[in-house]
């Protein structure tokens, strides 16, 4: 998974994650603390080594700093990536571990899920440290699952992005969603009820089949999905889907989804200007669920989250607008939008 390099200041902060007990192993990356403290979910995944763990926790932090900026948010961007123990291993403790550390950090850095990690284990992670958010929902407060939230926010971008680009509304149109884990699979149920037709991959084939059952979607490879003939390409899985040769083969005409880092390269931005493909800045589109963390920790209400989830839609309308009228890559406008908010909140601090 690549991305973007580094634009703005190094990271505020690494701290490396180590706990033989538990089995900890990984890494909390602070990428920005202008707008707040950094803000950003844990991943559990298997990576190779630390190295690459450590490259991930790293591009994730940055993309996280873009996000919130863009998205409004009194936070700054972080990520924390652990590395998955192989083998059984006491789930509750290493989590416990993380907790502590996320505590000692002293609210530099407010963790939530990600990919591999869900609400009971914040639950651990709110049993030591005070800096958690993603746990279960009270009294109409925000909280809970933030993957419905992130759901909604790609949905509505898509149908502004078909509005805009297609001059169509969704329903008739063709959605290749790559990935159908908790955000792809809810997607998928919004897409089915506006009348789109459902294109789908999953390395996962019982949750890829299930899906296809429920919606009558038609299920290809996940070395197919980027280049189905499809109206839109959703990427909802891991990052680096828009690669040099999925660009060329693409027939969709809309990049709209939820995965983060979806560019390979940073060439690609261009490649899809230069094939006509409307390119919705992941960070945009998908902030809906760190909005939802970042009300939860707040403690505002779900009226707050859907008020700035509906921020969503207008928002990449707007760069999808300003990159056709100045001809230049969507990625590269929305880019400077959230640098140019980063960069006043850190002259304010300065001043």
């Known amino acids: 998974m690549v991305s973007r390099p580094a634009r703005l200041t190094p990271p505020v902060e690494c701290v490396r994650l180590f706990d033989a007990a538990s089995g900890l192993d990984g890494v909390i990356a602070i990428h920005s603390t202008a707008l707040g403290p950094g803000a950003g979910g844990c991943r559990l995944w298997s990576y190779d080594d630390m190295d690459a763990a450590l490259a991930d926790a790293l591009r994730l932090a940055e993309g996280m700093s873009y996000k919130n900026a863009l998205a409004g948010l009194p936070f700054g ?7 998955r123990p192989a083998g059984d291993f006491d789930r509750a403790a290493l989590f416990r571990a993380f907790g502590e550390a996320v505590e000692r950090l002293g609210g530099l850095y407010v963790t939530a899920e990600d990919v591999g990690t869900g609400v009971d284990d914040m639950h651990e992670v709110a049993r030591v440290s005070r800096h958690v958010a993603g746990l279960h929902a009270k009294d109409g407060r925000a909280g809970g699952d933030p993957s419905p939230w992130t759901a909604l926010g790609v949905f509505e971008a898509m149908r502004a992005a078909a509005r805009f680009a297609l001059d169509s509304e969704l329903e008739g149109l063709t959605v290749a969603v790559q990935g159908t884990g908790n955000v792809g699979a809810d997607l998928c149920r919004r ?6 037709k459902l294109v789908i991959a999953d390395p996962n084939p019982a949750r890829r089949d299930r899906l296809a059952h429920v919606h009558d979607a ?41 995965a983060n880092n979806q560019l390979a390269t940073p060439d690609i ?68 939008m959230a640098e140019a908010v980063i960069a006043g909140a850190q002259r304010a601090v300065a001043a």
């Open 77 to 83: 961007g972080a990520k924390a990536v652990l590395r």
């Open 269 to 336: 931005a261009a490649l899809l200007v230069d094939r006509g493909i409307a390119y919705a800045p992941d960070y945009v589109v998908n902030a809906g669920g760190i909005i939802n963390v970042s009300a939860e920790y707040l403690g505002e209400d779900e009226a707050s989250v859907a008020a700035r989830v509906a921020g969503i839609a207008p928002r990449v309308a707007d760069i999808l607008r300003i990159a056709r009228e100045e001809k230049r890559s969507p990625a590269a406008v929305a880019d400077e």
């Open 191 to 196: 897409l089915a009820g506006a009348g789109a």
């Open 218 to 258: 038609r299920v290809v490879g996940v070395d197919e999905i980027a280049v189905a003939d499809a109206d839109i390409f959703a990427p909802c899985a891991l990052g680096g889907a828009l690669d040099r040769d999925a660009v060329k083969r693409m027939k969709a005409r809309i990049v709209c989804g939820a």
